[in-house]
């Protein structure tokens, strides 16, 4: 079992920055596969960024690529993701997830085994 808890949300202004972290507990942490996905009011759960285990390849959405960077730190077993030039539309609650998901399948939420709450993240115009 893996325990995700994420932190770092709240109430930025439209081209402001936020990071968001999210903490993990149980299994060892370093060997999984770390994804973030955000769902909007009455949409569904889309994926944002993930990182795999040596932090050396990353992936993003079409949506985020040039603005959110995700990271991680696997002695502190933390993941990161640093959101810059915030848009209205990335104003979503953010869940930090962790599983295996094969090669080519990092953005399928169903992939992921473990996820956290959720952190809050709304972007003002």
């Known amino acids: 079992q893996v325990q995700l808890v994420e932190s770092g949300g709240g109430l930025v202004q439209a081209g402001g920055s936020l990071r968001l972290s999210c903490a993990a507990s149980?299994?060892?942490?370093?060997?999984?596969?770390m994804g973030w996905f955000r769902q909007a009011p009455g949409k569904d759960r889309e994926f944002v960024a993930a990182?795999?285990?040596?932090?050396?390849?990353?992936y993003y959405a079409d949506s985020v690529k040039g603005r959110f960077t995700i990271s991680r730190d696997n002695a502190k077993n933390t993941v990161y993701l640093q959101m810059n030039s915030l848009k209205p539309e990335d104003t979503a609650v953010y869940y930090c997830?962790?599983?295996?998901?094969?090669?080519?399948?990092?953005?399928?939420?169903?992939?992921?085994?473990?996820w956290g709450q959720g952190t809050q993240v709304t972007v003002s115009s």
């Open positions: 997830a962790a599983g295996y998901p094969a090669s080519g399948t990092y953005y399928t939420k169903s992939e992921y085994a473990y």
């Open positions: 990182i795999v285990w040596s932090g050396t390849n990353t």
């Open positions: 149980g299994r060892t942490f370093s060997y999984y596969i």
